[in-house]
């Protein structure tokens, strides 16, 4: 092997275009589940459930698989806890060789009205904690999200008890429709891309 060879195997990284991550972002534990936090479990459960597929416990995070039109969908639940997610995803990011453009990270975003999906392909972190750790161990902002609004109806300095506070009866009565678009939302990004995705997605969800 020549020495260009050599330089050129070490600095390439093969990456493989017919994988997704799909890290729905939330906090591991009894006391969390079916919080507004936890929104983004709950749609990679949804997506998991909906093909039958079993979750088992890897390293850092909850993680199975997918197929959606000849793609293959990595479904993750980091249980790094949400302010360390960045090291789950870079993982498994790392470990199925899936290139940065090929994730779709799903969280919560309380600037947003309940019921509402903004897909991008960069931004800032917002002020949510779990995007500015993926921010940091990325190296950028320059990776696909999905924010998905909870609202901010609560009083002054009681942002932290709605956050990690249980759905009021309101939100349950449409919660199962706002999953069920934003799972679909993710396996149309797998299938068309992410440009078409937020044209037919980002917005308001309605009947």
């Given at each position: ?24 972002l939330g906090n591991i534990g009894a006391e969390y589940e079916n919080t507004r936090h936890n929104i983004g479990f709950d749609v990679v459960d949804f997506l998991a459930n909906q ?138 990004f797998a299938a068309i891309g992410l440009k078409f995705t937020m044209n037919q997605y980002n917005g308001k969800i309605t009947e």
């Amino acid at each position: 092997m020549s020495w260009w060879t050599g330089i050129f195997s070490k600095s390439t990284q093969v990456f493989d275009p017919m994988k997704y991550l799909i890290a729905g972002l939330g906090n591991i534990g009894a006391e969390y589940e079916n919080t507004r936090h936890n929104i983004g479990f709950d749609v990679v459960d949804f997506l998991a459930n909906q093909n039958n597929a079993s979750w088992k416990l890897d390293s850092q995070a909850y993680i199975t698989e997918i197929k959606h039109k000849g793609r293959t969908l990595v479904l993750i639940k980091p249980t790094t806890y949400m302010n360390l997610s960045g090291k789950a995803i870079h993982f498994w990011m790392q470990k199925h060789k899936i290139p940065k453009e090929n994730i779709m990270v799903v969280v919560d975003d309380l600037n947003l009205e309940f019921g509402s999906i903004r897909m991008r392909d960069t931004g800032s972190d917002g002020g949510h904690n779990g995007l500015k750790n993926i921010q940091q161990v990325l190296g950028g902002v320059d990776y696909p999200r999905m924010r998905i609004g909870i609202g901010n109806q609560f009083h002054k300095s009681q942002q932290v008890d709605f956050v990690l506070g249980k759905w009021n009866a309101d939100e349950l009565a449409r919660l199962k429709l706002v999953i069920e678009k934003a799972a679909a939302a993710c396996l149309s990004f797998a299938a068309i891309g992410l440009k078409f995705t937020m044209n037919q997605y980002n917005g308001k969800i309605t009947e």
